[in-house]
């Protein structure tokens, strides 16, 4: 890996990078639509907890976590946090510039502000570690891509995208293919 990599703690090559950035964005999207759908909230049937912090009168996003054996996931509508084995890292909503958080927060997070500082990744073993740990959010959440289209079939994600008002000419079509394809490269 390159020194400039190192440096932006980011390794993908900038077309695979411009890909991730839009499968991000769509992916946001579709969780937002998927916390809304007309049969229950997909997340929590997935397995996700919700926790409502926001105090009364102020605005504010509800925070899902997925725990799992070897790593936790947690959602806002401001961005994510995936905690691996032994790193933790933020992906703010709109870019797919992952970095690493200096700790993890206690539950109860509603706005970004609440979120701890984060940094670039420091040196060529941390940088291996970074990439392991978010080829692994990566699998976690094509899992719940593959899971989504199991259950409701692509036309549900093509009608979620319908709804999506800033949405680009060009969409991602398999969502679940798209993020393992983010762990080869």
Known sequence: MNEMAVRQGFWLPPKLRSTAQLLYAQQMWAWGQDVKHPAGNLLLAYGFSRQRSVPT???????????????????????????????????????????????????????????????????????????????????????????????LGYAYRQACFSRWPQRPRELIQDMSEQWLSLLRA
């Not at 996931?73 to 992952?98: A, D, E, M, V, Y």
């Not at 609440?114 to 040196?123: D, I, M, T, Y």
């Not at 080829?135 to 719940?144: A, P, V």
């Open 57 to 151: 009168g102020q605005g504010g996003s509800s925070e899902y976590c997925l725990q799992l054996a070897s790593a936790e996931l947690r959602l806002w509508s401001f961005g994510l946090l995936l905690k691996g084995p032994q790193l933790k890292i933020i992906l703010p909503r709109h870019h797919f510039r992952p970095r690493l958080l200096s700790n993890w927060p206690d539950s109860g997070v509603w706005k970004p502000g609440q979120l701890p500082e984060s940094r670039a990744v420091k040196g060529e073993q941390e940088l291996l570690l970074f990439k392991q740990e978010l080829q692994m959010g990566c699998e976690l959440i094509s899992r719940y891509e593959h899971w989504v289209n199991q259950r």
